[in-house]
C-alpha cells in the first residue's frame, strides 16, 4: 500500500520516515518529496509497504503522532488520476 505522509518538519528525511514505518512492517520505499528548485523539503511524501495490514497499523499508530516536533498525517495515497475529482472545475 502506497501511503501519503504529510505536515513533515522540514527536517525529516527518508531514513526518519523508513524507520517510523518500518516499526509496523517492512518498508518498500520512502521518499520525501523536494522542492525543485530550492533543494527544500515541501513537507510531504510517500511510504510503500508491501503488505496492506501492516501499512493500516502504520496509518493508524502515526495518523497525528510527533515525528521530529510535528504531528503528521498518514493516509493511503490516493492514485494520480483521481486529483482532478477533487478540484473544481470552473
Same mark, same amino acid.
Given at each position: 500500500m502506497n501511503m501519503y505522509v504529510g505536515n513533515l518538519s522540514f527536517t525529516v528525511n527518508e531514513d &526518519?520516515? =523508513?524507520?517510523?514505518?518500518?516499526? @509496523?512492517? =517492512? +518498508?518498500?520505499?520512502a521518499k520525501v518529496i523536494m522542492d525543485k528548485f530550492s533543494g527544500q523539503s515541501?513537507? @510531504?511524501?510517500? +511510504?510503500?509497504?508491501?503488505?496492506?495490514?501492516? $501499512? &493500516?497499523? $502504520?496509518?493508524?499508530a502515526l495518523n497525528g503522532k510527533d515525528l521530529k516536533g510535528r504531528n503528521i498525517k498518514v493516509n493511503q495515497a490516493q492514485p494520480t488520476g483521481d486529483r482532478s475529482s477533487r478540484r473544481s472545475r470552473y
Open positions: &526518519d520516515l =523508513k524507520q517510523a514505518f518500518s516499526e @509496523f512492517g =517492512k +518498508v518498500e520505499s515541501k513537507g @510531504f511524501g510517500f +511510504v510503500e509497504m508491501p503488505s496492506n495490514s501492516e $501499512a &493500516d497499523k $502504520a496509518i493508524k
